[in-house]
C-alpha cells in the first residue's frame, strides 16, 4: 500500500486501474514519525519537503514536545558578553551583546537570523517592576533595561538583576529570567524577610557592584501541558566569611527556599600573593551535567550545588600543581563524566598546551576511591602566546569557549575593552574552530545555543 504526506500535493496521485487509491497518513502518527528526527535540523529539512510538515513542524507545541524528547541544545550560534565594570567607566559600550558566529562557520547564517530577531538590550523589560505594563519601545523602557545588569544565561534564557530604588540593597536585588528571541520576561518574588533575615556579614563580588550571585538552574523536563511554559528554578547564593548561603526559586510552586550550607566551610581571605585572588574563585562556576562546582585550585576544594537534590556540600579533589582557578574550565564529558581543561601560567618561548583532564575515582592501593585529575590529552596551542595572549571563558554543551586577543600579555586579566577572536573546542573532537571576531572584555561570557527563530519556541 503506497503512502503519501499528510497535507501534499493532491494532483496527480493515483495509481493504475484496480490500484487501491493511496491513502494519508493519520495526523497522530505524522507527528510521532517527526518528533523522533533527532535533530532540529533535520525538522527543517522535513519542513522543506511538505507544506503540512512545515505546519506542524514550526508550531510552538511541537517544538516543546521535541525538545522534551531529545533535549536538542541546538548549535553554537555565537557568544554572548557583559562586562560588569560600568561601560562609561571604560569609555566603549560595544563588548555588551551577542556575538553571532561568522563564516565560515556553519552556523553562521542562522546566527544571523536570531541576531536580527532577538532584543539583546533587553529593551522589553519593565521601567519598574511594579510596572510590568510599560511600553517595552519607549525611551523609558530603554532607560529602565541599561539598570539591569546580565547575571547568568542557561537554555535559551537569560536572568538579569537590578538594585531596587526602594532599598538601594545591593544583596537582595530585584530579579528576572526573560527570553530575547520571543521578548518575554517573568518577575521574580522577592526573598521572603523569614529568609533574608538569615543572611549576615555578606562579602560583596564584581568590584562591590553586588554582593549576591544569582543563576539559572538547568532546563527541566517539560511540563505534562505540551503548550505550558516550560518551569524554571533559579539559585540565589551570596558568600560570607564562614559559608555560603544559598536560596532557591522554582516556578511550579512560585517560593523561594533555604538551602543547607557545608559545616565550617571557610573560603581564605588572605591568599597568597602569586595565587589567583578568591575574587576569581567566587567568579568562575561551572556547570556540568546537573551539578554546579566553584574550584579553589590552592586548598583542592570544590564547593558544589546538586541542581536535582537542592544539595551543597564540599568535595577534596588534589589539584595539579601550578593552575590558578582563572585558567581551569570544569566541562560535560561524554558519558556522565566530569572534564577539566586548564593550562599552566607560565609559557616558555611563546608555546603553551591546553590539558585535558578527567575527574576519576583513584582505586590503586591507599587510594580509598577518592577523586583525582586524570590526565587525558595535551593539546598544543595553535598560536604564539607571547604575541596573542589568550584566556578561558565559557562553557557549555561540552565545549569550551577561548578568547585570543591581540594585546600584550598582561599578568592579571584585564577589564579593558580589547580586540579579540573567540574560538571553540569540544571534548569529542578537541579541534579548535572560529567563532567570530568580537570586541571582548574578560568578564562574563556565555556561549549561546540555539536555533533559527522559525525553529525555536519560547523559553519563558
Known amino acids: ?141 530603554a532607560a529602565a533595561a541599561a539598570e539591569w545588569m546580565v547575571r547568568d544565561y542557561r537554555d535559551g534564557r537569560f536572568l538579569l538583576d537590578r538594585v531596587p530604588a526602594a532599598t538601594g540593597s545591593t544583596v537582595f536585588t530585584e530579579l528576572a529570567v526573560c527570553d530575547p528571541l520571543s521578548r518575554r520576561y517573568v518577575l521574580l518574588p522577592p526573598i521572603p524577610d523569614d529568609l533574608a533575615d538569615t543572611v549576615h556579614s555578606v562579602l560583596t563580588v564584581f568590584g562591590g557592584r553586588r554582593a549576591c550571585e544569582p543563576f539559572l538552574a538547568p532546563a527541566e523536563a517539560e511540563a505534562a501541558d505540551a503548550d505550558a511554559d516550560p518551569p ?37 581571605r588572605h591568599r597568597s600573593p602569586f595565587s589567583c585572588p578568591i575574587s576569581a574563585v567566587w567568579n568562575r562556576r561551572h556547570y556540568a551535567h546537573g551539578r554546579f562546582y566553584w574550584v579553589d585550585c590552592l586548598t583542592s576544594r570544590w564547593l558544589v550545588l546538586d541542581a536535582r537534590t537542592m544539595e551543597l556540600s564540599l568535595e577534596v579533589i588534589p589539584s595539579p600543581a601550578g593552575y590558578w582557578e582563572e585558567h581551569v574550565a570544569v566541562v560535560e564529558a561524554p558519558d556522565g563524566r566530569l572534564g577539566v581543561f586548564a593550562h599552566g601560567f607560565h609559557h616558555p618561548g611563546g608555546k603553551a598546551n591546553l590539558h585535558y583532564y578527567t575527574i576519576v575515582h583513584d582505586t590503586e592501593a591507599g587510594g580509598g576511591g577518592a577523586r583525582r585529575w586524570q590526565l587525558e590529552k595535551t593539546i598544543p596551542l595553535p ?67 540555539g536555533f533559527p527563530p522559525s525553529l525555536s519556541s519560547p523559553t519563558v
Open 1 to 141: 500500500m503506497a503512502g503519501r504526506e499528510a497535507g501534499g500535493d493532491c494532483g496527480g496521485v493515483g495509481g493504475g486501474e484496480g490500484e487501491e487509491p493511496a491513502r494519508e497518513i493519520p495526523d497522530d502518527i505524522t507527528d510521532e514519525i517527526l518528533l523522533r528526527l533527532p535533530s532540529r535540523s533535520a525538522l527543517a529539512r522535513a519542513a522543506a519537503a511538505s507544506c503540512a510538515f512545515r505546519a506542524r513542524v514550526y508550531s510552538p507545541r511541537f517544538l516543546r514536545r521535541h525538545r522534551s524528547l531529545h533535549r536538542d541544545p541546538g548549535s553554537l550560534l555565537g557568544v554572548f558578553t557583559f562586562p560588569l565594570v560600568p561601560d562609561g567607566a571604560r569609555g566603549d559600550g560595544n563588548s555588551t551583546g551577542f556575538h553571532p558566529a561568522e563564516p565560515p562557520h556553519p552556523a553562521a547564517s542562522a546566527a544571523s537570523a536570531v541576531a536580527a530577531a532577538a532584543d539583546f538590550s533587553f529593551g522589553f523589560l519593565p521601567a519598574a517592576a511594579a510596572d510590568p505594563s510599560a511600553a517595552a519601545g519607549s525611551a523609558e523602557a
Open 232 to 268: 524554571l528554578t533559579v539559585f540565589w547564593t551570596a558568600r560570607s566569611p564562614r559559608k555560603m548561603i544559598a536560596f532557591a526559586f522554582s516556578s511550579r510552586d512560585g517560593r523561594w527556599r533555604a538551602l543547607e550550607s557545608p559545616h565550617c566551610f571557610v573560603w581564605r
Open 383 to 449: 598560536w604564539q602566546t607571547d604575541h596573542r595572549p589568550f584566556c578561558l571563558r565559557g562553557t557549555a554543551n561540552g565545549c569550551l569557549v577561548i578568547e585570543v586577543s591581540e594585546e600584550k600579555p598582561v599578568f592579571m586579566a584585564s577589564h579593558r575593552i580589547r580586540d579579540a577572536e573567540l574560538f571553540k573546542i569540544d571534548v569529542k573532537s578537541f579541534e579548535f574552530q572560529k567563532i567570530c571576531r568580537a570586541r571582548a572584555a574578560g568578564e562574563c561570557c556565555w556561549p549561546y545555543f
